[in-house]
């Protein structure tokens, strides 16, 4: 986890601008992104408060191979979890900060994903 992200920082800053207007692709594991984590609060389906946290990306981005998502439609929230103990655990540490993710991006397919973007990390810097 450590030694991927600052080769991802290196490479983000090296990219031009136009490189960034890419899409995310659909369960692609290695896909990195930057952007504002916070935390918020939701209604599940049975209107219950469901905690959540949100990636707010540098620009919008959008999401190609789900079709649960249109790929021409610019988001800009990301809902993030970690299917990983140790990584889930520390999420919450860096609410309020910019960081770089790494996971697996989705389309939002249920009422417990609250942006149109989900992505499973297995990583946060």
Known sequence: MRLLLPIALTLLVLAPASAYAVCL???????IIEGVLSEGTFTDPNGQPEQAFI???LMPTCLAGDENIDQNEQVGEIQIFSANDKVAQIIKNF?????????????????????PIVMDISGIQ
């Not at 960081?99 to 697996?104: I, L, P, R, T, Y």
């Open 55 to 57: 990636l707010t990306p």
């Open 95 to 115: 609410v309020g900060k910019d960081v770089f993710v790494q996971g697996a991006p989705f389309g939002a397919h249920t009422a417990h994903h609250h942006a």
């Open 25 to 31: 692709q659909s369960g692609q594991a290695t896909t």
